[in-house]
């Protein structure tokens, strides 16, 4: 699924669209599918550049924005922050809180057995 890509007072050239779609194929190495990628580019005259990316993954959605004087900064703070977000939710699973559940019992041995040994 390609990346939809929205400018706003912006005319997105391919090598903006090349360069937001190499930041999300690089994101897909955390083996997370992302579902409905959507990335919005917008200026104001004499202002920085705003980037907003957002995506779906199973079980919830991940959202970024930055400011920057650079629109390739932007795009890279962005990355950036989606990629901070797709770390923790990749090992989740095995974080220190969530292994509580995996821990042995202990078996306490009923003290009428032992005196019946002795």
Do not use: C
């Not at 955390?30 to 995506?55: C, D, G, M, W």
């Not at 779906?56 to 991940?62: C, D, F, L, S, V």
């Amino acid at each position: 699924m390609t990346v939809e890509i929205t400018g706003k007072n912006l005319d997105i050239t391919p090598a903006i669209r090349e360069r937001i779609e190499l930041k999300f194929s690089k994101l897909e190495k955390y083996q997370v599918p992302l579902i409905n990628k959507h990335a919005v580019i917008s200026t104001e005259p004499n202002r920085q550049f705003k980037v907003e990316a957002s995506a779906a993954i199973p079980g919830g959605n991940i959202v970024a924005s930055a400011e920057h004087d650079d629109m390739y900064g932007a795009i890279t703070e962005v990355y950036q922050k989606l990629e901070r977000q797709l770390n923790k939710q990749a090992h989740k699973p095995s974080a220190r809180r969530a292994s509580h559940s995996n821990k042995p019992e202990l078996v306490e041995v009923e003290e009428e057995e032992e005196e019946a040994d002795v």
